[in-house]
């Protein structure tokens, strides 16, 4: 039964005292509360009170304490009581409104003129109202600019750091309902509207800002959504009617040359949760030492890319990106301030190190291990059919590489290729072949089988190699800026154990799969890589099917903006019912990598966590047992729903999240005189 009692009355208690105004009680006078009469609500913690060994940031010591709460309770602060904090062992017998997430405009208090004033005062000015990324180029939000449309519709496909710079914006434009973008990439479009980006942002810079939106959120049982860069392919950082918490201005680093943490001696670096890929490298870069993170350069480091796993082009040496973490600073759906490591509330430390985003918490910073600079060797070529490259010669060629996907790993190696037939002709990119710690004389070495293989079928590759004393220049020379914000495709993904190469069957079955979707007309993103170090890994929540993978390909179905809406349905349905069930039938006890993976992953629980996902999923009810954090296919989520979908089965992002099997009808609407 859901009551309302709760917010209808207690929360909006104090409002009626002034009218429409914000107030606290000083020596019995009521008076307004603004920027004179109320400072942001934290308190300044000793930096060294942290239970790791590193000492918290600047921003972290700024903390909301009980003292702060109970002080701006006594003054009798207007909807105080909307950040108090939260107990999860009496979870239970709390009240919630109703069945879904409150929308805006079902609770008077959000979005409310008071209430936005009073949460702003606390945060100290952090509170954005959304705009859309593109509202320049229109008149709805009262801002357009021909220029600046310009200017953004002249990057949006090619320029990461633009969106990854903004609030909002995000990656997967698709599932958000490509509500505001410019004309490039919906001519058909009349305006901008809000859509599923957030009604509202927290520029985050301090700990008390998360706990005062997660006190918030929880007690108005609002979407809260977390975004740093937005590059996930599920929008998982975005949600109708939601508060966003935006980390990406968290832009710490501090360096440790000597760092001990548990058994752990050595250099390490703690980063903020906004440090993003480029800039994490290129501290590492001065001090000699290199760390595992992304090929993507506006990657957020610490934010999704970490909790989901992070494969690197330095995995098949170290491991995935989790497996360095040493300890995390985060705030919990309760609202408080914890360290997770191994000494430290050990289960929501294994559980974040692979777990996945938007789960268990907001993260605020890490403590990743480094190691020493190396140098690399890389390789390029690329090679397509024609009218002298016969198609049987083409697939001749991929298939003497794929031969040795295991001996190419288990030297270190990592590669990045593309396959597509798009154009009418096979295509395939080696972009690049990434040797760490080789010369090119070695990797020549190691290449020498394939290289004679395609000659016997009558091609040369003409192969382009370049050495490198250090891992950043040749990271930064070899991998392009990420494309963005494309409505007009699906992906999904597989991760190929190495058992398909240890039997000549299996791995004719599983070329065949990949050629499959080639033949068909998607595009397939491979990645050589492994994630079983000689040197061995942590027990973490990374997906288990990582430690036995030796390729993770990702399959593209693409369509036009031509094409009508059936037609559309029909190409996104193969990406998960034929090409997606061809790869999981000859990889079937395998998974995939949930940060780049299928939107609606059949079976995501075993697919992206195997045997681990039943103790990740008690542990979320445990930590949250509000719901507080949802993302799509993260960690419980299968007990939501949105209400609305896009081609018939997309969960689309603007629409209602809801209990399963709940009535949305039963929503609550809280009522009060002023908001």
């Not at 009240?95 to 949460?119: D, H, L, M, Q, Y």
């Not at 360095?324 to 974040?352: K, M, Y």
């Not at 198609?391 to 794929?402: G, H, I, K, T």
């Not at 096979?426 to 990797?443: G, I, K, R």
Request: proline share 5%; charged share 15%.
């Amino acid at each position: 039964m859901y009551v309302d009692a709760l917010l209808g009355v207690a929360l909006v208690l104090a409002l009626p005292r002034l009218g429409a105004a914000q107030t606290i009680v000083v020596d019995g006078k009521v008076i307004n509360a603004d920027e004179s009469t109320i400072h942001p609500a934290y308190a300044v913690i000793d930096p060294a009170s942290s239970n790791a060994t590193a000492d918290l940031f600047p921003g972290e010591t700024q903390q909301f304490t009980d003292a702060v709460l109970a002080n701006l309770t006594e003054l009798g602060l207007t909807n105080i009581v909307l950040f108090g904090f939260a107990d999860p062992s009496t979870a239970a017998n709390e009240s919630i409104i109703g069945p879904c997430k409150t929308f805006p405009g079902e609770a008077v208090v959000f979005p409310g003129a008071i209430t936005n004033r009073v949460f702003d005062l606390l945060l100290g000015g952090s509170l954005i109202q959304t705009k859309p990324f593109a509202s320049p180029c229109y008149s709805d939000y009262g801002n357009q600019d021909a220029a600046k449309c310009d200017e953004l519709t002249s990057h949006w496909s090619d320029d990461s750091f633009i969106h990854t710079n903004d609030p909002t914006s995000i990656n997967a434009i698709l599932f958000e309902g490509t509500s505001c973008v410019p004309h490039t990439i919906n001519p058909f479009a009349l305006n901008c509207t809000i859509g599923a980006y957030p009604a509202m942002s927290v520029n985050v810079t301090t700990v008390s800002q998360i706990q005062l939106a997660i006190n918030m959120a929880r007690s108005l049982n609002l979407r809260l959504v977390v975004k740093n860069t937005g590059h996930d392919y599920s929008a998982k950082s975005t949600g109708a009617g939601a508060l966003s918490l935006w980390t990406h201005n968290m832009k710490d680093i501090r360096f440790y040359e000597d760092y001990e943490e548990g058994s752990y001696k050595g250099p390490a670096f703690k980063m903020g949760a906004g440090v993003q890929v480029f800039e994490a490298y290129e501290a590492a870069h001065k001090q000699n030492l290199v760390i595992v993170g992304a090929e993507g350069k506006t990657v957020g480091l610490t934010g999704g890319y970490i909790l989901g796993g992070g494969h690197s082009p330095l995995s098949s040496i170290y491991g995935m990106a989790a497996d360095q973490v040493l300890s995390i600073e985060l705030v919990t759906a309760d609202g408080r301030f914890v360290t997770a490591s191994n000494t430290s509330n050990p289960d929501l430390f294994w559980a974040l190190r692979g777990g996945g985003g938007s789960t268990y918490g907001v993260v605020t910073s890490m403590v990743i291990k480094a190691f020493p600079e190396l140098p690399i060797a890389t390789m390029s070529f690329s090679l397509s059919s024609s009218e002298e490259i016969s198609p049987d010669q083409f697939w001749q060629a991929v298939r003497a590489y794929f031969e040795d996907f295991i001996k190419y790993t288990e030297a270190g190696n990592y590669a990045h290729f593309m396959l597509n037939a798009t154009s009418g002709y096979y295509v395939w990119d080696m972009a690049p072949w990434f040797a760490p710690n080789m010369t090119q004389s070695e990797l020549q070495a190691l290449a020498d089988p394939f290289l004679k293989a395609v000659a016997e079928a009558g091609l040369d590759l003409k192969p382009v190699y370049r050495e490198y004393t250090n891992f950043y220049d040749a990271w930064d020379n070899s991998f392009p800026l990420e494309s963005w914000g494309s409505n007009l495709a699906r992906y999904g993904s597989r991760l190929f154990p190495k058992e398909n190469w240890e039997d000549a069957t299996k791995l004719s079955s599983t070329f065949d799969a990949i050629r499959y979707v080639v033949d068909g007309g998607g595009v397939v993103s491979g990645y050589n890589v492994a994630a079983a170090p000689k040197t061995g890994y942590p027990d973490n929540a990374v997906n288990p099917a990582w430690r036995n993978t030796v390729l993770h390909a990702i399959d593209i179905v693409a369509w036009s903006q031509e094409m009508y809406t059936e037609l559309i349905t029909i190409w996104s349905n193969v990406l998960t019912s034929d090409w997606g069930m061809r790869w999981r039938q000859v990889s079937p006890t395998s998974g995939a990598y949930l940060s780049e993976s299928d939107y609606i992953e059949p079976g995501f629980q075993q697919s992206f966590w195997g045997d681990k996902y039943a103790r990740l999923y008690d542990l979320k009810k445990k930590l949250d047992p509000w719901d507080l954090f949802y993302a799509q296919n993260a960690v419980g989520s299968e007990d939501w729903e949105m209400s609305d979908f896009i081609f018939g089965n997309l969960p689309s992002q603007n629409s209602r999240l809801c209990r399963k099997g709940t009535d949305p009808s039963k929503q609550s609407t809280i009522e009060a005189t002023h908001s």
